[in-house]
């Protein structure tokens, strides 16, 4: 996804969408100079360990968080020019490859036995550590998709009626 020029395709289906608007005008504007804190991150459930990073602003207290899903072969590694923008913003964020969801996928996970149940499970993973984090508002969790995880997060919002969900894609 290019962060620069893709932002302006983003519904944000609580109907912030002006809020997501000033989020996206500070990607065009901004540099890459930003600061943040970049934690590697290991989630074991199910069997599975999820490899991933947390990334937060270099300053204390308590954020507002995305989860962002990557789409078909993506990994981790995809959304660091995103995680600056959002740290920048004051806003914390995760970056997990899904077990067996990419080639770059470090968890040993075939990814011919990765399903939308087993992607589920991992979101949900992410979503139950990222809760435990004192440095989280529980209140503000967002996330952040592509198109086919657009069912795994509505199931995950279904499960967790506090997530608000975005989509690179327009959804209904």
Do not use: W
Not at 110 to 125: C, I, Y
Not at 134 to 148: C, E, G, R, V
Request: aromatic share 10%.
């Amino acid at each position: 996804m290019n962060n620069e020029r893709s932002c302006d395709k983003l519904l944000v289906k609580n109907n912030s969408r002006k809020h997501f608007v000033v989020f996206c005008a500070l990607i065009e504007a901004k540099g890459t100079d930003i600061k943040m804190i970049k934690e590697e991150l290991l989630i074991t459930h199910h069997g599975r360990t999820l490899h991933g990073y947390f990334f937060k602003p270099e300053e204390k207290g308590c954020f507002p968080l995305v989860i962002m899903s990557h789409g078909y072969n993506g990994c981790k590694d995809d959304f660091e020019k995103t995680a600056k923008y959002l740290a920048d913003a004051k806003i914390a964020s995760v970056a997990c490859t899904f077990c067996g969801g990419s080639t770059r996928d470090e968890s040993g996970f075939p990814t011919t036995q990765m399903t939308l149940f087993t992607e589920k499970e991992d979101l949900m993973a992410i979503l139950e550590s990222m809760e435990q984090r004192p440095n989280i508002n529980k209140k503000q969790i967002f996330l952040f998709f592509t198109a086919f995880e657009k069912v795994t997060a509505k199931a995950i919002k279904k499960k967790r009626h506090s997530a608000s969900c975005f989509s690179d894609k327009q959804t209904t």
